[in-house]
C-alpha cells in the first residue's frame, strides 16, 4: 500500500535554529498538507498545497513558516527561527482530491526544541 | 465559531466488549465526518467516514452513528481487541479539503 514518508523521524534543534521537515507524499497525489500536534492534544491544521502554491493556512503558520515542493517527489515544511513551543509533531499528508477522503498521513517528524 | 470535541478523555474495556466512543460539534453546517485512529508514535489512521445524509455506516467491526438533531457522533467497535488500543479522534472535514480534529479518547482494551 503506498505511504507518505516523513524525515526525519525525530528531530532535536536548538530555539532560533532553523529546520526544514521532509515529506514524500503518494506519487499521484495532488493536494499536500502539513498538520502538527503538541503532545497530548489534537491534531491542528496548519497548511495545504496545491499546483504550487499554498491553498489554505492557519494562523499558526505564521511568517516563520513556508512550504516548497523543490522537486516533483519531496514536500518540506521550513520553520526559519524555532521556538520553544513549536516542538511537536509535525505530520505530512496526501490526497488526489480536495477531499479528506484517500488523506494519507505520514508517521510524522517529532521536533524537539531546546 | 466551529469546534469539534470529545466527550471522555479515556475509555477502558474489556477485550472481547463493544467501545463506544462519543463525539459532538458544534458547526451545524458540517456535512462530512471521519473517524481516525491513531497508534503510539504514528499518523492518524483512517477508520470511517460518513456524510450528514446518513445516519449510520457500518464498517469491518466499526460503526459510525450520526445524530444531526444533537450534533454528536458515536463511533462503536465490536469485539474489542488489544489492537483497538489507540487514540481516536473525529474529524470535521471543511469544503477546502482540511480536518478539524476533536482533542482525541484514549480507548484501552485489557485482556
Known amino acids: 500500500e503506498p505511504e507518505v514518508t516523513q524525515t526525519p523521524s525525530h528531530q532535536v534543534t536548538q530555539m532560533g535554529q532553523e529546520v526544514i521537515l521532509r515529506c514524500v507524499p503518494i506519487s499521484n497525489h495532488l493536494y499536500f498538507y502539513w498538520y502538527r500536534q503538541i503532545l497530548g492534544q489534537k491534531v491542528e491544521f496548519l497548511v495545504s498545497?496545491?499546483?504550487?502554491?499554498?491553498?489554505?493556512k492557519s494562523e499558526i503558520f505564521d511568517d516563520q513558516f513556508s512550504v516548497e515542493r523543490p522537486d516533483g517527489s519531496n514536500f518540506t515544511l521550513k520553520i526559519r527561527s524555532t521556538k520553544l513551543e513549536d516542538s511537536a509533531m509535525y505530520f505530512c499528508?496526501?490526497?488526489?482530491?480536495?477531499?479528506?477522503?484517500?488523506?494519507?498521513f505520514g508517521s510524522g517528524t517529532r521536533l524537539t526544541v531546546v | 465559531g466551529e469546534s469539534v470535541g470529545l466527550h471522555l478523555p479515556t475509555l477502558s474495556v474489556q477485550e472481547g466488549d463493544n467501545s463506544i466512543i462519543n463525539c459532538a460539534y458544534s458547526?451545524?453546517?458540517?456535512?462530512?465526518f471521519i473517524w481516525y485512529k491513531q497508534e503510539s508514535g504514528k499518523g492518524p489512521q483512517f477508520i470511517i467516514d460518513i456524510r450528514s445524509n446518513m445516519d449510520k455506516r457500518q464498517g469491518q467491526r466499526v460503526t459510525v452513528l450520526l445524530n444531526k438533531t444533537v450534533k454528536h457522533l458515536s463511533l462503536q467497535i465490536a469485539a474489542t481487541q488489544p489492537g483497538d488500543s489507540a487514540v481516536y479522534f473525529c474529524?470535521?472535514?471543511?469544503?477546502?479539503?482540511?480536518?478539524?480534529f476533536g482533542q482525541g479518547t484514549e480507548l484501552s482494551v485489557k485482556p
Open positions: 499528508a496526501s490526497s488526489f482530491i480536495q477531499s479528506t477522503y484517500g488523506y494519507t
Open positions: 474529524a470535521e472535514n471543511t469544503p477546502e479539503g482540511k480536518l478539524i
Open positions: 458547526n451545524s453546517a458540517s456535512d462530512y
Open positions: 498545497f496545491y499546483n504550487n502554491e499554498i491553498s489554505e
